[in-house]
């Protein structure tokens, strides 16, 4: 009998286990709670990953080569190309605010996610058939030796319509499905918390591994001139990554949109204007308004108050005509804001200053697509008769990331957690940020470094430069180390620290900052250009990075780079140590206040 009884206790276990919700307020597809057992984890996180690899294939293996694309077949300089991919590049990134804005208020992540990934195969699509049919004319023109013909208006309004439904596509789509696979795992349950964190690291390898093929395989085939069958295998992908995606619709987690998140930072704002001569006493927290309707709206959890921006507080102070307007038709959202929604907008401000310490990184992070390349070309790129294409160096950043991943996530994290002696994690998202910049600043050491020597050894009286200087390439291979290190410290930091410290319906937001923080790395990357061209070449000199490298100092743009980013390094520092951490009421605390 006390077998019998024995097997039924586990067996009723087993059934309350499978059965266990999530803690976090994540929903099924149908909108109930999601039941643990069944929904999410690594099934659906492992889907993700492949999705990303997938996409990332298809984007960058057209995007990667887009300046080749424009000077060989479409017949434009190198100038005008690379003005027309820096602003191609920067609407990406601002596409993601798109995506984000109307996850977290109206389509929620799934939705949004779907949608833009079908505009994204629509596009590559859209620029295979157009390519194929109208631009590459005559047949095997695009390579080197053979240049294509003079296109119509027509013809040129197919191909940009099809590259910005890629940048549309790709840029709404991106943010949100790095917050997507994030949701899958219950930061509230123990062991899915860590899995969440090591979700973020295996999202950027992911999106590496993808980057990697297309840098070697699509890009061969393009530099050879088969524009199309690159972009059809691009097209092909995108369209792997969308069935695969939408295969798996029934095992994910959602979070319900929250709304617009305009109107409620303007109510806050507005409130607290309104009250702005109100005397407020410094223990008056009670006399706040504490709305126990509002959870952040739609289940999600509340903020907690804290005691900066002081000023947004009168937004939630309750006073005498608030009291008269309850008993009426209540409070008005423009005169009176619940904390959590005042806090919303503290969270917001007190990322912002971090967010601008970013940028610098993502200035020295897009050398690699730029002047690393020109660099390289200026160097020994033969190993016998096989020529390395400049732009394929890039593998090594790839390769590093990956190594460094590993290597953070089995070896570093843990023997710090040992160092601190606590029951934490490693080093802290912001920790992690300022070894970024730190290794970022390495890496633009090394780069000029390199560029000292490759100039000590180069032809002089060279017309074009390409392949004059004795230094072989590979010694660019410590600066591709070096950001891929990086990479690893910010980029997967910054995904990790956002997505953590942003309210739980502006999480896509969060991610979209990331994204806007690369976007404006290449705005300002090109404006220093100029800047430090207008001023170098003053006097007719050559400047710094002319056309012929061998006659300009790209090592001082280098050193230039480095500077700038360890002044950032002592300005992230500053930030880092005001920033004050986002403070959720767990809703496991409220499953157990509602069983009392």
């Known amino acids: 009998m006390s077998c019998l009884e024995s097997e039924l206790c586990k067996e009723r276990k087993f059934e309350e286990e499978s059965e266990e919700v999530t803690l976090d307020g994540s929903v099924d597809l149908h909108g109930g709670p999601a039941i643990r057992a069944k929904s999410g984890r690594w099934v659906a996180g492992i889907i993700i990953l ?54 977290d208020s109206y389509w929620g992540r799934y939705k949004t996610c779907a949608v833009f990934q079908v505009i994204f195969v629509i596009g590559l699509m859209s620029l295979s058939l157009s390519s194929y049919l109208f631009l590459l004319k005559p047949k095997g023109c695009g390579n080197e030796k053979i240049h294509c013909g003079k296109h119509s208006r027509l013809e040129m309004g197919m191909f940009y319509l099809s590259i910005y439904l890629v940048a549309l596509g790709n840029g709404g789509y991106q943010p949100n499905i790095a917050t997507f696979g994030a949701d899958q795992f219950d930061e509230e349950h123990s062991k899915e918390g860590h899995s969440k964190v090591a ?194 160096m890039s593998s090594f950043d790839i390769l590093s990331v990956a190594v460094f991943i590993f290597f953070y996530r089995r070896v570093l994290d843990p023997f710090v957690g040992k160092l601190k002696k606590t029951d934490s994690k490693g080093l802290t998202e912001l920790q992690r940020m300022g070894v970024g910049l730190v290794i970022a600043v390495l890496a633009m050491v090394s780069a000029g470094l390199v560029e000292c020597y490759r100039l000590k050894y180069a032809k002089q009286g060279c017309l074009h430069c390409n392949d004059t200087s004795t230094l072989s390439i590979f010694w660019q291979i410590p600066q591709y180390a070096f950001i891929g290190a990086s990479e690893v410290f910010m980029y997967v930091g910054q995904l990790e620290f956002f997505n953590a410290q942003t309210p739980d319906g502006l999480k896509s937001f969060g991610s979209a900052l990331c994204m806007t923080s690369i976007s404006l790395g290449n705005y300002v990357s090109s404006l220093l250009v100029s800047v430090v061209m207008k001023i170098s070449t003053e006097d007719h000199m050559p400047g710094w990075i002319p056309g012929n490298l061998n006659k300009g100092h790209l090592d001082r743009f280098y050193f230039l780079l480095a500077a700038l980013t360890s002044i950032d390094l002592i300005a992230y520092i500053a930030c880092a140590k005001w920033y004050k951490c986002i403070q959720l009421e767990e809703k496991s605390e409220e499953n157990n206040e509602s069983k009392v």
Not at 52 to 71: D, P, S
Not at 85 to 90: A, F, I, P, R
């Open 199 to 392: 979700f973020f690291s295996y999202f950027y390898l992911a999106f590496n591994i993808g980057q990697l093929f297309s840098n070697t395989i699509l890009v061969y085939f393009e530099d050879e001139g088969m524009w199309a069958l690159g972009f059809w295998l691009s097209a092909g992908s995108a369209f792997a990554a969308l069935v695969l995606f939408l295969a798996c619709t029934s095992r994910y987690r959602h979070f319900k949109p929250s709304g617009n998140p305009l109107s409620r930072f303007s109510q806050v704002v507005v409130a607290a204007s309104r009250k702005s001569k109100v005397q407020m006493s410094s223990n008056g927290e009670n006399l706040l308004h504490m709305d126990a309707k509002d959870t952040s709206t739609n289940g999600n959890r509340k903020i907690l108050h804290t005691h900066g921006f002081k000023f947004l507080d009168r937004a939630a102070f309750i006073s005498s005509r608030d009291l008269d307007d309850q008993k009426g038709t209540g409070y008005n959202p423009w005169r009176i804001c619940p904390v959590s929604q005042v806090e919303e907008v503290k969270c917001i401000l007190r990322l912002l200053p971090i967010w601008l310490c970013t940028i610098i990184y993502s200035v020295v992070f897009t050398q690699m697509a730029s002047l690393f390349v020109e660099q390289g070309a200026a160097m020994k790129t033969t190993v016998s008769n096989f020529r390395i294409p400049p732009a394929s």
């Open 50 to 103: 492949l999705n990303q690899a997938l996409a990332t294939l298809a984007f960058f293996g057209m995007g990667v080569n887009l300046v080749l694309f424009l000077t060989r077949v479409v017949g434009q300089n190198n100038a005008d190309a690379a003005n027309n991919v820096s602003k191609w590049t920067g609407t990406v990134y601002i596409f993601s605010l798109v995506g984000a804005f109307l996850s």
